[in-house]
């Protein structure tokens, strides 16, 4: 099984609103990745998360607040958002951190809208 | 700081071509090199992983090489089908297995 499941698939939300994103993987892998795609650009890199640690922020905003509650679930806890927002947020996972082999695994990622 | 260019940016070819996609990265301190698939509004599907000590991977049609001194890591499409057509992307793997992506190479295969 090589699945990482992202939910929910799609989002709309208002700029008061509190959500939450969620993501899990039952591959055993101890490193988890948020990543940001905006329409027709590349991925990029939001927040690392490696045994349940965060050991990367990538300078994001505060109203994006990670959560590793343990090594199968990720969570991406939205508020205050602003419309450029929007985006295809990507959940990753790999064995570990920092090592030769770590192949990436995707989720479906979540469609977000904030209006 | 790190890039990573794809080129072309798009490609369309008739069934049946064998094609290369093409990808360029700055900064030799490379762990590895990963091409992924993306299909409009989907996620990445992971294709090969070829670490920095490797010089290429095959999978099935596909067969990925990588040349660290010079920056460059190429993708081979062998045979190429309809359902072939997606956005490849590549991403160079650094310290912390941070990806960092190319821009991707838009690919239509018609019929």
Redesign the interface.
């Known amino acids: 099984d090589?699945e990482?499941t992202?939910t929910p698939k799609h989002l709309v939300m208002g700029m008061t609103n509190k959500k939450s994103l969620k993501c899990e993987q039952h591959m055993g892998h101890r490193?988890m990745?948020w990543?940001k795609q905006k329409a027709k650009?590349?991925?990029?890199?939001m927040f690392?998360y490696s045994y349940e640690k965060l050991?990367?922020n990538e300078s994001v905003p505060s109203r994006f607040s990670p959560e590793c509650p343990n090594s199968s679930l990720l969570n991406l806890h939205l508020h205050a958002l602003q419309p450029e927002d929007s985006a295809?947020y990507?959940c990753?996972s790999?064995q570990?951190?920092?090592?030769?082999?770590?192949?990436?695994?995707?989720?479906?990622?979540t469609?977000l809208t904030v209006v | 700081k790190q890039e990573v260019t794809q080129i072309p940016a798009a490609l369309s070819v008739p069934e049946g071509e064998n094609l290369v996609l093409n990808c360029s990265f700055t900064d030799s301190a490379i762990?590895?090199l990963?091409w992924?698939r993306q299909d409009p509004?989907?996620?990445?599907?992971?294709l090969l992983?070829i670490?920095?000590?490797q010089r290429e991977q095959t999978s099935g049609r596909l067969n990925a090489s990588l040349d660290k001194s010079s920056g460059r890591s190429t993708l081979y499409i062998a045979a190429s089908q309809p359902g072939d057509s997606a956005t490849y992307?590549c991403?160079k793997?650094n310290?912390?297995?941070?990806?960092?992506?190319?821009?991707?190479t838009r690919l239509m295969v018609k019929p």
């Open positions: 090589t990482v992202q490193a990745y990543y650009k590349p991925p990029e890199l690392v050991s990367i295809l990507l990753a790999s570990v951190v920092d090592s030769l082999n770590t192949e990436a695994f995707f989720g479906q990622g469609r | 762990y590895n990963q992924f509004g989907k996620g990445l599907t992971s992983l670490q920095s000590s992307l991403a793997g310290a912390g297995n941070m990806l960092t992506f190319g821009g991707g």
